[in-house]
């Protein structure tokens, strides 16, 4: 049992060390970030997603946005698109699961908000389809993904692909790099 645990916790380390080490995700991230405080500063809203675990790091960043993530300030207009249970199976019962962020985006979201997409995959049909419709409408896009080709990868303005095929290991960096975006947030906005 103690070799398991090391080893999960030295893949999680390995994992993030190369993303400390490569320019590239380093400066997707740092993109994500000015592009959310774009979106702040210029009055509009950011909308996460994603399905299960991802479903629950959408939730948790939106939470951080609007509650506060480590210091005391106004709270910053973030949605996630998936915590309303009616509208969720409204939209799922009479326009198909593979609508549920779209319906909401179309309705929600304006030109020039913020829709982040987090998924392991990056193939999940729901975020895919989401992902078009909010570029079809010029709200920019973010995405979160694992090191696997995906179709989001072409598609959103700014990619951020953890370099791991281990969905765990990927949801724990995908939390990393969602906490690291909200801290620069809020020291870029509220001048920390």
């Keep these: 049992m103690k070799t398991l645990i090391k080893e999960y916790i030295q893949e999680c380390i390995e ?20 592009l959310i405080i774009n979106t702040f500063k210029n009055g509009g809203t950011v909308f996460t997603a994603g399905n299960g675990g991802s479903a629950a790091d959408a939730q948790h960043m939106a939470g951080e946005f609007v509650s506060k993530f480590a210091i005391e300030r106004r ?24 609508n549920i962020f ?11 908000d913020v829709f982040i997409a987090i998924s392991t995959s990056g193939t999940s049909p729901n975020i895919v389809n989401a992902v078009n419709t909010a570029k079809s409408s010029n709200i920019y896009t973010i995405g979160l993904t694992g090191k696997t080709a995906a179709p989001i990868d072409k598609i959103c303005d700014c990619i951020i692909k953890v370099p791991s095929d281990n969905v765990p290991v990927i949801q724990e960096c995908h939390i990393m790099i969602e906490h690291i975006i909200c801290d620069i947030v809020e020291k870029v906005i509220f001048n920390s």
């Design 102 to 112: 779209v319906r909401q985006i179309q309705t929600l979201a304006k030109q020039g």
């Design 15 to 34: 994992t993030k060390n190369k993303i400390s080490n490569d320019d590239g995700i380093i400066n997707n991230i740092s993109t994500a970030a000015d």
């Design 75 to 98: 709270g910053l207009p973030a949605i996630a698109l998936t915590t309303d249970s009616s509208i969720l199976t409204a939209v799922s019962n009479d326009l198909g699961y593979e």
